[in-house]
C-alpha cells in the first residue's frame, strides 16, 4: 500500500481513497449515491450548491462532500438523519424559486433536479412568497434559454472558463437577483457552446433545434460516431420513432472525454434537408428526370465503361463507400481516384506515410512541453483536439503556430508567427534552420535568417521532452504543401520532436487506409498496374472523358472549384453517388444515385489515431435511397465486375482490415527528392482562405441552426484595416472579387488578424463556389 | 481569470475613456502586479462611472474589461454586483436615503415617503428633469449614531427631518 492510499468508512463500508481526493470522487466511484447539482467531475469544485451535504464524524455540522478532502480513517454518514435533513433542507431551498412547470420543459423526463427532488424533497413547500421571474435574452440559434428555471450551480459558466477557454456567460447580479447569462444579447461564440446543455442539471440551457418536439422517455437511443472530424468523437443519436431527434456525448476518455462540437450535436438537422435525394435522378434531352434504380443502374453503367474514367470520392464518407469507389475504379482499369479535394499540391505525395495521423494518443495532446502547428486552425478543425491541446498550454506547455492569418484562440499562444501564406515555407524554413536542421538539399535560401520567434520556438521544440510539429488542414491545402512536409519532417527530425497530422475531415485517414488515392492501394501499398493515376487536381485541370463522384460536391470540396465546374461541364458523363441534389450535380451530373449518409447506413470512421470505429444505421434513408454499398454491389453486377457481392457492409470493413494488417503508423520519412524552394509572390493581392466549421461536408452545410450561428455566416472577403485603406474601402462596403474570370461580390469585414497583401475569402460557402483556388492571385475593387 | 476571447471585439479604451480616466485607471493598474491587472476593476469601473454622470454603458464596462483585459463578463458581473455601480441612465444627484435597522428605527420611512411624494418618484427611480436619483441604499451607511440619515452625493447628511432634507435637497443644482 503506498503512502497516499487511505481508509474512510462510509455508510459503514470501508473504502479505499487517495490523499487529496474529494469525498465525492470516493463515493462516486465506491457507487454510493450522493445527490448533486453544481459539482462535476470535469470542472473545478464550487460548491455552491450545497445538495451534497454529508454528515463526517467529529465535524460539528454536515460537510459539502465534493469539497471535504478524504481523510485517514474518516467516518461518513451520506443517507444519516443529519444528512437526510441537510438535503432536504437545500432541496427546499433550491425549489423556492423553482417554476413548476415541468410538463412543458425539454428537461422533464432526464433532469436532475426533478431525480433528486424525487429522492430528496417533500411534497409541499413552506414557502409561499412570490416567486422570481427571470426574462430570457437570445444567446444564438443553438442553446435556448428559460433562466427562471436555473438554479445558479454555475456549471455552464466554469464550462466556459475552464474547457471552452472562452467565458461568456457569468453570474450577475447578487443576492436574489442574481441571473445567469451573458448580460447582454449576444450570440455565444464558442464551437463547443452545446455542451452546456448537457451539463445544466436544470432546463435553463437546452437545445434549441430540438426544442419542444419530443419528450426524452419517448427517444431511443443508439451509439454512433461523428463523422464531421478526425477525433471521431463518440456520441448517441436521439430518435423519436424513425427520425432524429437530436445528438449528445457519449462518453469516450480517450476520444472525446464527455464533450462534442456544436458541429457533431447539431449538424444531424442536415438529414432532413429538402434537397436529399429520394429517388434516382437520369438525364434526359438534357434535364434531370426522376427514374426507377434499374434504368438509372444500366444507365451509369453504361456511362462508366470509359477507361478514361475519374473517381472522386468526398473524405466525409464512410471506410466502406471509400474502399469500394477504388475497388470499382481500379477494376474499371482506372487508377485515377482522389480524395484530396481539397489539396493542391501533390509532388512529394511518394513520401507520404501510409496514413496520416495525429502520431500521438489524443490525450497526449494535454501534455505537451511544446507544440509547433504549421497551417491550423485547430479551434474551429478538430475543436475536441484543441480543447486537449488547450490543456497543454494552460499547464505552462508552449504552443506556436506558423499561419497564413492569426486565429482566434481559447489560450494563449507562445509564438504566433502569421504572415501572407506564400511566406509561410520561409517562416518555416526559418524555424527549422534556427532548429540546426540539414536544409542543404533545398539549397540556401538568402534572408531565411529569421528572428527571435523563429529562435524561440526551435528553441522550445528542442527543450520540450514531449514536444510536436503538428501539420494542419491548412498546410495539406496550401500551394507549397511538399515544401512545408519536407520542412515540418526535418524540423521533427532535429529536434525530437513527435511528427503529427491532423487529418482534414472526418474519414481522411481512412481514405488513405482504403487507398482511395492515385498512388496507393488499400493497406498502403503502391497502386496497382505499377502506374500512378491522376491526381483530384489533375483530373480538374485537364477533364477526363467520364467521371464518378462518391459524396463530392466539388463547388464546395475542390480546391479550385470554377476549374472543377468547367471540367464536369466538359465531361462525356458525369455519374454521382450522393445524399444531396447540389448545384454541380443538378447542372452537370448524368446520372444521379441516391444514397443513405450518417445514421442511416453501417459504416466505419478512421480518426486521427488510426482507430477504426463503426456505427450502424439506425434510421431508414429517405424514399428510394439506399445505402452506397448496396448501389455499388449493383452497379458492379452490371458492369460484370467481380469481388462486390457482399452480403453485409461488415463483409467489406473485414476484407479492408485484412489489407491494412501490416500498415506500420509512423510520420517521419525520408523524402526521395527535396522540393524545390520557391520564393514569395510578387502579386499584390492574394487571396487565401478557409473551409469554415460549417461548411466542411455535405451534412453540416445542410443544418440549419449552425448555418444561423456566427461561424455560419462566413461569407465576406475579410481584410486589415490597412489594407481597407489602401482601397478606400469601409466595413460593410461591397467589393467585387475577380478570379480566373469568375467574379463574385461580398461585403467587406475589417480584420486586422489578416495580412496585408491579402483578402481572406473563406471556400465550400453556395456564395464564393464560382470562385477559383483558394490560395492564388485576386483582383479586388469596389463594387 | 482568461484573456479576452480573442472572438470578441471590444473598443479600444481610449475611444470610450477620457484621457484623464485612463490616467487615473493606470494609476490603480501600476499598484497591482502585471498579471493581475484585473485587481483595478472596482476602481476603473468608479473612474469610468463618473465620467459618465453616475452610471456604466455597456461600452464603458467593454472598454474596461479591454484595458485590465478581462474577459467583459467579468466587469459586467463586478459592476452588476455592487450597489455602486448604476448600469442605467440615472439623475445627477444620487440621493440614497439608509433604511437599515438604526435608521429605520429613527424614522427613515417617513423621510423616504416624504421624498418620494415630493419628487412623484419610487426608490429606485430618477426625476424626469434628470435632476435627482433616489437610490435603493441596500447597507447601512454607518452613521447610526447621526440617524435618520443620507447621502447625497459624496456627501452625509444626519438626524434629517422632512423641512431638513427639503432644504438639502432644493438647494441643488
Known amino acids: 500500500m503506498s503512502d497516499d492510499t487511505i481508509q474512510i468508512t462510509v455508510d459503514g463500508t470501508p473504502l479505499t481513497a487517495k490523499r487529496g481526493q474529494m469525498l465525492i470522487e470516493v463515493t462516486d466511484a465506491a457507487g454510493i449515491d450522493v445527490p448533486r447539482f453544481c459539482y462535476h467531475k470535469k470542472l473545478s469544485v464550487a460548491a455552491n450548491c450545497r445538495m451534497c451535504l454529508v454528515e463526517v464524524e467529529k465535524a460539528p455540522k454536515p460537510l459539502p462532500a465534493c469539497a471535504t478532502p478524504v481523510m485517514p480513517d474518516m467516518v461518513v454518514r451520506t443517507a444519516s438523519k443529519l444528512a437526510r435533513e441537510a438535503q432536504k433542507g437545500t432541496m427546499e431551498f433550491l425549489l423556492i424559486n423553482h417554476p413548476l412547470d415541468c410538463p412543458i420543459c425539454d428537461q422533464g423526463g432526464e433532469c436532475e433536479l426533478q431525480d433528486v427532488a424525487m429522492g430528496y424533497g417533500s411534497s409541499a413547500s413552506q414557502y409561499t412568497e412570490g416567486k422570481r421571474v427571470v426574462f430570457d435574452k437570445y444567446i444564438g440559434p443553438l442553446i435556448a434559454t428559460e433562466m427562471t428555471r436555473c438554479i445558479h450551480c454555475t456549471r455552464c459558466v466554469r464550462f466556459g472558463e475552464e474547457i471552452a477557454g472562452i467565458r461568456e456567460l457569468g453570474a450577475t447580479g447578487r443576492g436574489e437577483n442574481v441571473r445567469i447569462g451573458t448580460y447582454i444579447a449576444k450570440s455565444v461564440v464558442s464551437e463547443v457552446s452545446g455542451n452546456v446543455i448537457d451539463i445544466c442539471p436544470v432546463g435553463a440551457l437546452t437545445a434549441r433545434p430540438s426544442r419542444y418536439t419530443a419528450r426524452a422517455w419517448e427517444l431511443s437511443q443508439q451509439p454512433a460516431v461523428s463523422p464531421h472530424d478526425c477525433v471521431g468523437s463518440n456520441v448517441f443519436v436521439h430518435m423519436d420513432g424513425s427520425t432524429v431527434n437530436r445528438v449528445i456525448p457519449r462518453e469516450n476518455e480517450s476520444i472525446n472525454e464527455v464533450w462534442i462540437a456544436d458541429r457533431d450535436r447539431f449538424s444531424y438537422q442536415g438529414l432532413k434537408s429538402s434537397d436529399r435525394l429520394q429517388v434516382p435522378l437520369v438525364r434526359i434531352d438534357g434535364k434531370l428526370q426522376p427514374a426507377d434504380w434499374s434504368t438509372a443502374l444500366s444507365m451509369a453503367a453504361d456511362k462508366l465503361q470509359d477507361r478514361d474514367l475519374g473517381v472522386l470520392v468526398a473524405p466525409s464518407v464512410t471506410l466502406e463507400e471509400l474502399y469500394l469507389s477504388q475497388k470499382l475504379g481500379r477494376a474499371l482499369g482506372s487508377n485515377n481516384i482522389d480524395h484530396r479535394l481539397g489539396q493542391s499540391d501533390f509532388s512529394a505525395q511518394d513520401s507520404a506515410p501510409p496514413m496520416p495521423w495525429l502520431g500521438m494518443q489524443l490525450n497526449d495532446l494535454e501534455s505537451l512541453d511544446a507544440a509547433l502547428l504549421i497551417g491550423s486552425n485547430i479551434r474551429k478543425d478538430q475543436p475536441i483536439a484543441a480543447l486537449r491541446l488547450r490543456k497543454s498550454a494552460l499547464k505552462g506547455g508552449a504552443i506556436s503556430f506558423i499561419n497564413p492569418r492569426h486565429f482566434p484562440l481559447h489560450f494563449e499562444a507562445a509564438e504566433l508567427i502569421a504572415s501572407r501564406h506564400d511566406r509561410m515555407v520561409s517562416e518555416l524554413y526559418c524555424v527549422a534552420r534556427a532548429a540546426g536542421a540539414d536544409l542543404s538539399a533545398m539549397g540556401d535560401i538568402p534572408g531565411t535568417e529569421g528572428d527571435e520567434r523563429h529562435q524561440r520556438v526551435a528553441q522550445s521544440l528542442k527543450a520540450g521532452e514531449r514536444a510536436a510539429v503538428l501539420l494542419g488542414n491548412l498546410a495539406v491545402q496550401h500551394p507549397r504543401y511538399a515544401q512545408l512536409h519536407y520542412l515540418a519532417n526535418a524540423l521533427a527530425r532535429v529536434t525530437g520532436a513527435t511528427l503529427g497530422m491532423l487529418p482534414e475531415r472526418g474519414n481522411t485517414a481512412g481514405a488513405w487506409l482504403a487507398g482511395a488515392l492515385p498512388h496507393r492501394a488499400p493497406g498502403g501499398k503502391a497502386a496497382p498496374a505499377g502506374e500512378a493515376g491522376l491526381t483530384a487536381a489533375q483530373m480538374i485541370a485537364s477533364p477526363l472523358k467520364s467521371y464518378l463522384l462518391v459524396g463530392a460536391e466539388l463547388e464546395f470540396d475542390a480546391a479550385n472549384p470554377a476549374q472543377a465546374m468547367d471540367a464536369l461541364a466538359a465531361a462525356g458523363s458525369v455519374v454521382a453517388i450522393s445524399s444531396y441534389l447540389c448545384d454541380s450535380l443538378s447542372r452537370h451530373a448524368d446520372v444521379i444515385l441516391p444514397a443513405a449518409t450518417f445514421t442511416e447506413t453501417f459504416g466505419t470512421y478512421v480518426n486521427a489515431t488510426g482507430h477504426w ?21 449493383v452497379l458492379a453486377e452490371q458492369l460484370q465486375l467481380e469481388g462486390f457481392a457482399y452480403d453485409s457492409p461488415e463483409a467489406i470493413t473485414r476484407e479492408l482490415q485484412a489489407l491494412c494488417r501490416d500498415v506500420q503508423l509512423g510520420n517521419l520519412t525520408e523524402f526521395s527528392t527535396a522540393p524545390a524552394y520557391s520564393e514569395p509572390r510578387e502579386e499584390a493581392m492574394l487571396r487565401a482562405g478557409e473551409t469554415p466549421i460549417y461548411a466542411t461536408d455535405p ?65 465550400g460557402l453556395p456564395e464564393t463556389a464560382s470562385l477559383g483556388e483558394l490560395f492564388g492571385v485576386i483582383e479586388v475593387s469596389r463594387a | 481569470m482568461n484573456s479576452v476571447p480573442a472572438d470578441v471585439r471590444l473598443p479600444r479604451p481610449e475611444t470610450v475613456l477620457s484621457a484623464h480616466s485612463i490616467e487615473e485607471i493606470e494609476e490603480w493598474m501600476s499598484r497591482f502586479p502585471d498579471d493581475q491587472k484585473q485587481s483595478a476593476v472596482l476602481a476603473a469601473l468608479s473612474i469610468a462611472q ?21 474577459p467583459p463578463i467579468a466587469v459586467y458581473e463586478v459592476a452588476s454586483f455592487y450597489s455602486m455601480f448604476e448600469t442605467r441612465p440615472v439623475g445627477r444627484h444620487c440621493v440614497a436615503i439608509c433604511t437599515n435597522i438604526s435608521c429605520m428605527l429613527m424614522g427613515s420611512d417617513t423621510i423616504v415617503e416624504h421624498v418620494q411624494n415630493k419628487y412623484g418618484i419610487r426608490l429606485g427611480e430618477s426625476t424626469d428633469d434628470g435632476r435627482i436619483y433616489l437610490k435603493v441604499e441596500e447597507e447601512c451607511l454607518a452613521a447610526c449614531c447621526g440617524g435618520p440619515m443620507m447621502q447625497v452625493d459624496h456627501v452625509y447628511h444626519t438626524r434629517l427631518t422632512p423641512a431638513k432634507v427639503d432644504e438639502i435637497l432644493d438647494s441643488l443644482d
Open chain 1, 699 to 763: 451534412i453540416v452545410r445542410r443544418a440549419p441552426a449552425l448555418q444561423k450561428s456566427l461561424d455560419g455566416a462566413q461569407a465576406f472577403a475579410s481584410m486589415a484595416g490597412a489594407e481597407l485603406h489602401k482601397l478606400s474601402l469601409a466595413e460593410g462596403d461591397s467589393v467585387s472579387v475577380k478570379q480566373n474570370g469568375a467574379e463574385v461580390r461580398l461585403p467587406v469585414k475589417l480584420n486586422d488578424d489578416i495580412p496585408e497583401g491579402c483578402v481572406w475569402i473563406p471556400a
Open chain 2, 50 to 70: 463618473h465620467q459618465n454622470q453616475g452610471w456604466l454603458s455597456t461600452e464603458l464596462m467593454d472598454a474596461v474589461a479591454a484595458k485590465l483585459q478581462m
Open chain 1, 613 to 633: 470505429q463503426s456505427s450502424r444505421g439506425m434510421t431508414n434513408p429517405p424514399g428510394d435511397a439506399r445505402p452506397a454499398w448496396k448501389i455499388f454491389r
